[in-house]
T-cell receptor, first 109, second 113 residues
Framework: GIQVEQSPPDLILQEGANSTLRCNFS?????LQWFHQNPWGQLINLFY???GTKQNGRLSATTVATERYSLLYISSSQTTDSGVYFC???????????FGEGTQLTVNP | AAGVIQSPRHLIKEKRETATLKCYPI?????VYWYQQGPGQDPQFLIS???????DKGSIPDRFSAQQFSDYHSELNMSSLELGDSALYFC????????????FGPGTRLLVL
């Protein structure tokens, strides 16, 4: 099956800092989603981004499908951004999502 | 906007007992997915249904079964529970004909004692 690798595994920031999270995948995909899992366990959709660039407030994402990677940018980070960020991909052969192991983000005040 | 509804939100069971988790997808969504997330792990795909028919199957134990009903809600039945079944169980739904974003419910946190 497809492999999804996220980096870095852990990231500690001071409030106000910017960060870039990376997701590499091993094969062509139909779908790529970024999620934020908050401390209560909820998985919150951030982006549906199989290709191209999208922005939503302080967050933006870019997927370069031909090179099989996606980047999530967080600007002016806030303590509420803390949690685990997952990248998940849908292979061309099916609809299930395969998740990466996530990036644990901690934003300190 | 309506979201995916899961019930119960928390469940405590003893080993060898049975549990039933319910999922109500976003209205008009035709596909339902179940995922299991163990402690400190990423979510793993279990099973999916499209228009009430099983469409894909992942690493779902034989002790588990699932179905989708005529009103599109889905149930995950888990029998002979084991300690290792303790996890967060997510249901997600999507609309196949549109942008196929999977929207996740809040999850059911199952603890097996």
């Amino acid at each position: 099956g497809i492999q999804v690798e996220q980096s870095p595994p852990d990231l500690i920031l001071q409030e106000g800092a910017n960060s870039t999270l990376r997701c590499n995948f091993s094969d062509s995909v139909n779908n790529l989603q970024w999620f934020h899992q908050n401390p209560w366990g909820q998985l919150i959709n951030l982006f549906y981004i199989p290709s191209g660039t999208k922005q939503n407030g302080r967050l933006s994402a870019t997927t370069v499908a031909t090179e099989r990677y996606s980047l999530l940018y967080i600007s002016s980070s806030q303590t509420t951004d803390s949690g685990v960020y997952f990248c998940a991909v849908e292979e061309t052969s099916g609809s299930r999502l395969t998740f990466g192991e996530g990036t644990q983000l901690t934003v300190n005040p | 906007a309506a979201g995916v509804i899961q019930s119960p939100r928390h469940l405590i069971k003893e080993k060898r007992e049975t549990a039933t988790l319910k999922c109500y997808p976003i209205p008009r969504h035709d596909t339902v997915y179940w995922y299991q997330q163990g402690p400190g792990q990423d979510p793993q795909f279990l099973i999916s249904f499209y228009e009430k028919m099983q469409s894909d199957k992942g690493s779902i134990p034989d002790r588990f079964s699932a179905q989708q009903f005529s009103d599109y809600h889905s149930e995950l039945n888990m029998s002979s529970l084991e300690l290792g079944d303790s996890a967060l169980y997510f249901c997600a739904s999507s609309l196949t004909s549109g942008e196929e974003t999977q929207y996740f419910g809040p999850g059911t946190r199952l603890l097996v004692l």
